[in-house]
């Protein structure tokens, strides 16, 4: 039972060994996510996604066209087992790197916060799913 609790917090990133370790994730304002089956749609081109929270995304995109400073409008779409979430939103570049692009969101309304909390949901249920799923 032990191992099985233990799963599941490590599979939400809540483990005792993480939580003891100042790391510069824990610095954050919201928890960061895997990318995996996100994509950013940016003017007519898609992009897959390092890693998003609440606050922000990392864009696998070494020739988007954007600078550091520059604000773009985009939809992010999460693919979830049954359902996909699309969030049009804002965003700032904040960081750009050889392997992609650190966008800051701009503050989210209420409707975009409940978005994201479905998403989070579902991500967090399907996290769920897969470790209780037998080898």
Known sequence: ???MIGKILGSLGLNDEEAQAPSPSSRRKHQRLSGEGTVLMLDDK???IGDWSQNGVFINATHSGLALGDSFDFILKFKLPHDTIAVLHKAR???TTRQGIAAEFA???DALQRQ???ALDGFYSQNF???Q???
Do not use: Q
Request: hydrophobic share 45%; no cysteine; proline share 5%.
């Open 46 to 48: 898609t992009f897959t």
């Open 116 to 118: 994201f909390r479905r």
């Open 133 to 135: 799923a037998v080898a």
């Open 107 to 109: 503050p989210l309304t």
């Open 93 to 95: 570049v904040v960081r």
């Open 1 to 3: 039972m032990k191992e």
């Open 129 to 131: 799913s897969n470790s």
